[in-house]
């Protein structure tokens, strides 16, 4: 399930190629126009599907377990976990999806929580200048300029 636009074709790509040659079997595709107000039309699409395990881009996955929750159909789509990228699990992300990310599987490039002492430095040094965490963007631009 990915939003209907460049970087969620991308990911769905990137995703779907990888999982098949891993031996993977792709049962479906559910793509999410980028304006939609209601998301519970594409989470009844996916869920007809019935797949065993699902994939998300980070703002298809926003509005997922609301709308999964409005619907009478199988409970399978609100147990089993969901697979994305990590942005989907990024602190400031899961201040607007709250409870609606617990489940989610994901992987990123940076978490201001690694242990290292490169890490604690920029932390600290990030907190004391900004009052609060840094984030992916945060990391980017200090290993660009560094």
């Not at 990915?2 to 079997?25: L, T």
């Not at 990228?85 to 992300?93: F, L, R, V, W």
Request: aromatic fraction near 12%; glycine fraction near 10%.
């Amino acid at each position: 399930m990915v939003s209907d636009y460049g970087p969620g074709h991308d990911a769905e790509g990137a995703f779907q190629r990888a999982f098949k040659e891993a031996g993977g079997e792709i049962v479906g595709s559910v793509r999410i126009p980028v304006a939609n107000p209601d998301f519970f039309p594409f989470v009844q699409r996916a869920k007809d599907l019935n797949p065993r395990r699902s994939s998300f881009s980070s703002p298809a996955a926003r509005s997922l377990r609301p709308s999964a929750r409005r619907s009478s159909i199988s409970h399978r789509f609100d147990e089993d976990p969901h697979h994305g990228p990590g942005e989907i699990t990024e602190e400031n992300a899961l201040k607007v999806m709250g409870d609606a990310a617990l489940g989610f599987l994901t992987a990123f490039h940076y978490d201001h929580d690694h242990k290292s002492a490169a890490n604690a430095k920029f932390v600290g040094a990030y907190n004391t200048a900004w009052s609060r965490n840094p984030d992916f963007f945060s990391i980017g631009g200090w290993t660009g300029c560094t």
